[in-house]
């Protein structure tokens, strides 16, 4: 009798094959179980994980079709910058650059929507010694009051808000840049090497909550699966 | 009456300012439906959409609690290059720059797993006139038979293998490097400008479909939001 991964593997050459062509019905769940010789859950089990995937769309009532555009959605998750550091074996260390209450840049308020001063912080993440993360963070206090109580000398404000600050919205933006003068200083790099910057604004509800701009050296790849 | 959207924000406002503590249990939906004056279901759907963006946890009988390890997952879309330049306003063309079965080199082979010859695709995608997006991919003809009697003349590789190529998995990786010569050539760039990298290897089953690599002159940034 046909595993269940079995009939999946198989169902997933057919579609690969064209032999179920894109758009096209597939025979009935009944017609499925006879031909593999396996009970109709194990069938559905089979569709529902390809469903998921993306690779066959099902209607309740009108059937199962192979996909016409199949998924091309993936997901990634909001690292812990410790967790990053310590999953590839190396030592994490966290060092605080700078902590000020600041009237933001024209950019940063623009972004935030706020007005008035907010914690920025400035701090570096090393791996085994070196620098592996430049975080130039802005908090709104009005939206996470307990920052202000916090030095973040013994843990980082990553941390520190995955642990203390909900939200329910984030805007993600990545780009390549030439290092500027202090973002190489930092790093300890060649001016005008190329750094990855990922930016990260997240929201509580319509509060701003923080605005963070992460810059990576040459080296460090985001990696994600589907 | 509150309306959902109105007690929703209600809740983010508490959970924000920590009146809802992290880990902490929030009132029964009966108890909240009486003090916002609302229907049960009202405060239900309210619930289920927080709880949907990791802001609360729910447990069939335990009843809702603030989640502790709020979510930290977002989403992006394999994006049709064509339509990510559009959505830009701008003009979008395309062009073949090179089409060879060849053998691929060691790095491609053994990412992908496959021996033999592979369909090889240089191309370019412009926005406005300007090179926006040097393609240069490798396709394996036994998961994508399809592809060799394709030209890819009038259409790219990543347009036709979203219409005609579904995957099971997908892993993406971004990073930042100097241009190489013959991409800053071919992207009408200085030499060693920083350039925004994606690659994409995507598998159908355990069959490998295609790995690309995407290489984006600066200013590109990649978004997406939770």
New interface residues.
Partial sequence: MATFRAI??EM??R????EWE?GAMIPAEEELAREFGSARATVNRALQE?AR???VERKRKAGTR?????V????????LVRQEIEAEGAEYRYALLSREMERAPDLVRARLGVEGELLHLRCLHLANGAPFQFEDRWINPA????ALEESFAGISPNEWL?????????????????ASRSEAEILGLPEG?????AERATF????P?TLVRLV?P?G???????
């Fill in positions: 999946k593997e997933e050459r579609i690969a094959a064209r894109p390809l995937a993306g690779v192979v996909s016409l555009h199949p091309r959605e993936a997901r990634f998750v909001i690292p939206a996470v009051p307990g995955v642990r203390n600050s909900p939200f329910s919205q984030a805007d993600f933006s990545f780009r390549a840049a030439r090497e190329a750094v990855f910057i509580i509800g319509d509060a909550v990576h040459p460090y790849v985001l990696r994600t699966s589907l």
